[in-house]
């Protein structure tokens, strides 16, 4: 059983900055990916970057250039940094472990950008 919890979301202007926060219960060594989606109203959920155990990232098009994830395993943490963000940002982003083949998924944090 793995449980990760989100911080960081909030109201922030166009063009504005965020970083999320995702603690892991576990060492976020042994699990092989950690990721964040976000789904917004009337929308599916949406991959928005991935980071593996290995340090490979990947990036939806739309967030290329503008998010950065990363790792600091010493805390068991993942972040989001999000710049430049746009109102279609706008979402409850979703932290996600994938640990062996089990997928363990956080409560979501809401992201609002809006002048």
């Known amino acids: 059983q793995v449980q990760v919890v989100e911080s960081g979301g909030g109201l922030v202007q166009p063009g504005g900055s965020l970083r999320l926060s995702c603690a892991a219960s576990?060492?976020?060594?042994?699990?092989?990916?950690m990721g964040w989606y976000r789904q917004a109203p009337g929308k599916e959920r949406e991959l928005v970057a991935v980071?593996?155990?290995?340090?490979?990232?990947n990036y939806a098009d739309s967030v290329k250039g503008r998010f950065t994830i990363s790792r600091d395993n010493a805390k068991n943490t993942v972040y989001l940094q999000m710049d430049s963000l746009k109102p279609e940002d706008t979402a409850v982003y979703y932290c996600?472990?994938?640990?062996?083949?089990?997928?363990?998924w956080g409560q979501g944090t809401q992201v609002t950008v809006s002048s």
């Open positions: 980071i593996t155990s290995g340090g490979t990232t």
């Open positions: 996600n472990a994938k640990y062996y083949t089990t997928n363990y």
């Open positions: 576990i060492t976020i060594f042994s699990i092989w990916a």
